[in-house]
Each structure stands twice: as structure tokens, then as C-alpha cells.
């Protein structure tokens, strides 16, 4: 399982969220097979997003995608995503 943590501002986190929503099956059509969204309690417009893919080829490809960059620039994202990729290597439960 890769991972994805995506951190970006927002112009308003409402209408970002917004279509972040409506972009949700066209991520889903991608590869993405679970996703969690955070917000800074302090800085309500700094987002971070993870996303769950099955491939490493299945993540690089949705970040690649020209849907993805067109949703980011009409969901009002202000600030360059920074994107790291992560490998599960051994899911802890307490």
C-alpha cells in the first residue's frame, strides 16, 4: 500500500472543499482507495490530504493527471502542494 500526504494552503477552506467532494469519483476512477482530509486548527486554510493507493504507479499517475491539476487550480489551492509518498511497511493497531 503507498500513501500519499499532500500539504497545500487553501483560498477558502469551504470552497475548496467543495470540489475536492465533487472530484472524489474521478480519484476514485484513478486509483485512490482511501483518502483523509486535515485541516490546522490554528490555520483553517492549510490542508492536508493523504490518499491510499494499491501501485506506486497508481499514485505517480494520479498526481500526473491533468484532472487533478485543473480541480486543484479551481478549488482555489494557493500555495504549491507538497507531496511525499510513502510505503506501508507495518500497520499497528493499540
Not at 2 to 28: E, G, L, N, R
Not at 39 to 50: A, E, K
Request: charged share 25%; glycine share 8%; net charge negative.
Amino acid at each position: 500500500m503507498i500513501t500519499t500526504f499532500i500539504k497545500h494552503s487553501v483560498k477558502d477552506f469551504a470552497s475548496w472543499k467543495a470540489v475536492y467532494d465533487d472530484f472524489t469519483p474521478v480519484a476514485k476512477g484513478k486509483g485512490v482507495v482511501e483518502e483523509h482530509v486535515f485541516r490546522d486548527p490554528g490555520s483553517p486554510d492549510q490542508v492536508i490530504v493523504t490518499h491510499a493507493f494499491n501501485t506506486m504507479k497508481d499514485a505517480t499517475d494520479f498526481f500526473n493527471s491533468g484532472e487533478l491539476k485543473e480541480a486543484m487550480e479551481n478549488a482555489g489551492v494557493s500555495s504549491a502542494p507538497e507531496i511525499w509518498f510513502g510505503e506501508e511497511l507495518k500497520p499497528t493497531g493499540y
